[in-house]
């Protein structure tokens, strides 16, 4: 009956212990042990116990007393510490790979990229670069003298229980066990859709301390489109991703806006990927064709072309906003949320092109005015798809935080 209770004890105190540095992590402002208290539900002898033990273990550290604007004793804000607990976030992209390493307070612990044109490429020999690519950043971290609370791998691809990719036709893969790569085994790595990381994020204190805002708050409710050679989505449900029965929710490239559009690599016809993808904005444009027209590069000659009023370049972008404004609405309508963050390579048009999609996606909406559309450009874009992995590993600290705590 004792090893019972001992059992149901330490579950009771991790659980705790979970519940308080979310607290913390969602919070705009540090807070103190009372107004954790306050927050959690929690008594303020429990609440002492667990963050006597957080301080201890250099999870957290105390801020300097701010005194009351009235009266009462001063108050001490409770920050997350850094140097103790990180995760380590993985990506496989069109165009390239690389890794990052993330602190629990937000720092950038090591991060390398490799940029590459890697369709079409064996998958053995990228995941053999990317381990040998990571090793010098776990060196970093062990020197250092970090726990790694867990990583996560960012694919442009079905994902099914965090181990098998589907399919990702942009890299030409199909029906991988990820298993089977030293690398996802050695680090336990679990595997997403890059939409679904990007999304990740973009929410404030989802595995990270971060007080500078963002374009959504930490329990917002939005959907994130990634866009790229392909597009993928996201749908955010009060702070946290919903990914559907098989991993799929949200994979809004493949979502027809023509029946009689052309012809999508995924096989349907008016794909929205068909007009605002890459490599179709590019050879709309009359840029490129084939593979010249997935080359980074020639966004760039789309985008300046647009902007000096080309005609080819501008009946492109107006016919993939039409597309845009189509899917968004169309999701909006379905899942009844009304952000929509859109990442990728349509920010590179800037906010202006994402209040003209706003626009045209407000005659579409079923619950008008009551709902009313809002477009905006991520708040994190620089390789978000990759810190999000990167949080995911962290998050699995969160989540079941004694372990490492009681190392």
């Given at each position: 009956?004792?090893?019972?209770k ?31 208290a ?85 998958a ?21 003298g ?11 691809g ?12 942009n ?11 030293d ?7 679990r ?5 679904n ?69 995924c096989g ?6 068909a007009y ?40 492109a ?15 909006i ?46 708040y ?20 079941d ?5 009681d190392?």
């Amino acid at each position: 009956m004792s090893t019972l209770k001992s059992i149901n004890q330490d579950d009771l105190r991790n659980h705790n212990l979970s519940v308080v540095l979310d607290t913390i992590l969602r919070s705009q402002e540090p807070m103190s042990r009372a107004e954790l208290a306050k927050a959690t539900g929690l008594t303020r002898a429990t609440m002492s116990l667990l963050i006597s033990m957080l301080l201890r273990e250099k999870i957290l550290y105390e801020g300097s007393p701010i005194s009351a604007a009235t009266y009462g004793r001063p108050s001490t804000p409770l920050m997350i510490a850094g140097g103790r607990i990180c995760g380590i976030g993985l990506q496989i992209n069109t165009d390239g790979y690389g890794y990052m390493i993330l602190d629990l307070n937000g720092d950038v612990v090591s991060e390398r990229w490799i940029s590459a044109s890697i369709g079409h490429v064996r998958a053995e020999d990228i995941f053999s670069e990317l381990n040998r690519l990571v090793s010098e950043g776990e060196g970093l971290i062990r020197q250092r003298g970090y726990h790694v609370a867990g990583a996560g791998l960012a694919l442009p691809g079905l994902v099914t229980d965090g181990f098998c990719l589907l399919t990702a036709r942009n890299l030409g893969w199909e029906q991988l066990d990820l298993r089977q790569f030293d690398l996802v085994e050695r680090l336990g790595a679990r595997a997403d859709n890059e939409a679904n990381l990007a999304a990740i994020a973009q929410i404030p204190g989802y595995a990270v301390q971060r007080v500078d805002g963002g374009v959504v708050g930490p329990s917002d409710s939005f959907l994130y489109i990634s866009t790229d050679i392909g597009i993928g989505g996201a749908v955010v449900h009060h702070g946290r991703v919903s990914s559907g029965d098989h991993g799929f929710a949200g994979e809004l490239g493949h979502v027809s806006v023509q029946m009689n559009g052309p012809i999508c690599a995924c096989g349907r016809r008016g794909c929205v990927e068909a007009y605002a993808g890459r490599r179709a904005l590019v050879e709309s444009a009359g840029i490129a064709t084939g593979e010249d027209a997935v080359r980074i590069e020639a966004i760039g000659e789309v985008l300046m072309r647009w902007n000096e009023g080309d005609p080819k370049a501008v009946k492109a972008v107006d016919t993939a906003v039409d597309a845009l404004a189509s899917v968004m609405a169309s999701a909006i309508n379905m899942v009844d949320v009304d952000t929509v963050v859109l990442g990728g390579l349509w920010e590179r048009f800037g906010p202006a092109l994402a209040q003209e999609i706003e626009d045209r996606l407000q005659p579409q909406l079923l619950g008008a005015p009551v709902v009313r559309g809002h477009v905006a450009m991520p708040y994190i874009n620089d390789r978000p798809a990759l810190q999000g992995a990167a949080e995911l590993g962290l998050r699995r600290f969160l989540n079941d935080p004694l372990p490492l705590i009681d190392k």
